[in-house]
DNA sequence: CGGAATGTTGATATGCCTCAACTAAAGTGG
DNA sequence: CCACTTTAGTTGAGGCATATCAACATTCCG
């Protein structure tokens, strides 16, 4: 019974209705823990896994890798997420995901959730509807990158980094880890190093926020989120967090 | 028994195996076909649907806007397709569908779907697996969108719309319909009507494509999709169209 | 303490935006 | 069927945000 699978049980409470029987189930999956470096791969395009990787601890990426060698990432995964779910269904990676700082990640088995889906299809919908909710987020970050100019996009994408954690209990009050060099968030927004930085002025002359060290940190969310045109309802978590 | 099936029948199969009650339980699906102007919303923002929408003719868009009323255009859907299967396990809508220009579309009730799903779990399988490749869509619109010049976007876009409509036997040879103005391209791709134009040139003076009337020509695929640093296994389909 | 990685800042270049005028094509009503 | 209006697309001029290149400052870490 590993008490890891609580992470993510927590993880899909915050969307979804499951009993006592689907959380025993859910609790008694076998599972291989491991620990990845930073920047290390844990899937790699083109890969063909038999496991699905749950977060333990740590923050993990999603990306894809451009022909100029650049690098795009597409997500951020933090404890509880299940970045790779569609391994499930899809044979082959079109992405990969790699570490962001050291990372804990639980491998399960394809044939052992399986096996659970059929025997408790509420675990199926749950964790359906988690890999559904990644969708919308992937939607939002192609608004974000699309439709709005760099300041405003680095700060929704700093609200909903922010918003998220706070949802899973991965923040203490005002602050969250979150380590990103800037190199990497201008290859997460689509935008140069040294403009991240002038945005990223732009943003602590707000007042609202700082970002340094790994960390984030929220002075005045109300004012935050306005500046990023923050709405956190493609995140679809019942209880919205009060923050 | 709705004819209409076999057209969400055929989408199933280019990636997934479905034995023949699968079939027959699908073909038993009770639904509603229902017109769509140019322009008009299938599903809007907030909504709570008790149906999902299957694409029998015509093409069909997901959008979201902003705060200054800015479109922002986030995928296409054709015949065969499922815009809005997460309506079945996500409550809300965070986006909009809209259909581009007339559209038909037919209406299949959530408990029938669900009921469906419970009892042959091989459909809930290609169904989560179509959902699935929607995502993929989605996180490859990020890259393009965010880390491309707008030709090469372009032509990116264009690629996968051929392909696609290719690969659901939608295109004539050499060409496919794909009913969108130029305002509508820069919706979708992050620009501006002139941008388009421009860019649009810079396509039609390498003779590898034409676009005009609402009609994709495309003269010589490889060069094209070259341009458009075009690959296709992000469309995770069994086998790959010839072009 | 020295070297590598990360971040800041400036100068210059450029892709794309905005505004605007104009052309072309597609309805619409007399 | 033709003028009238509307919508769609082209083209040009000028400006701005962001890219690129480069030098420097800072922090991290062995």
Redesign the pocket.
């Known amino acids: 019974m590993p008490l890891s699978h609580d992470i993510l049980l927590r993880k899909l409470k915050a969307h979804s209705e499951l009993s006592s029987s689907d959380i025993a189930a859910l609790r008694s999956l076998p599972d291989i823990e491991r620990r990845f470096e ?1 920047d290390e791969d844990i899937v790699r395009q083109g890969d063909s896994p038999k496991v699905s990787a749950i977060v333990l601890g740590g923050v993990v990426a999603r990306y894809h890798t451009l022909p100029s060698g650049r690098r795009q990432y597409l997500s951020l995964h933090i404890a509880g997420d299940m970045p790779d779910a569609q391994t499930l269904f899809i044979e082959t990676m079109d992405h990969a995901v790699c570490a962001i700082d050291e990372a804990v990640i639980s491998l399960i088995p394809h044939v052992a959730l399986l096996a659970l889906f059929e025997e408790r299809p509420a675990v199926a919908i749950a964790i359906w509807r988690e890999t559904l909710i990644d969708a919308a987020i992937f939607r939002e970050a192609i608004t974000n990158n699309s439709g ?6 680095l700060a929704h994408f700093f609200c909903e980094q922010y918003y998220r954690a706070r949802a899973g209990g991965h923040a203490k009050p005002g602050s969250c880890r979150l380590p ?7 290859e997460m ?13 732009v943003l ?1 002359r707000t007042k609202s926020m700082d970002f ?3 960390e984030l940190h929220v002075f005045d969310w109300a004012k935050l989120a306005r500046f990023g045109d923050f709405n956190p309802s493609y995140l679809h978590l019942r209880k919205p967090s009060r923050l």
């Not at 709005?148 to 996009?153: G, K, S, V, Y």
């Open positions: 930073p709005r100019p760099l300041r405003t996009r990103l060099t800037q190199t990497q968030l201008g927004l689509g935008s140069s190093l040294p403009s991240i930085s002038r945005a990223l002025h602590r340094r060290g790994g």
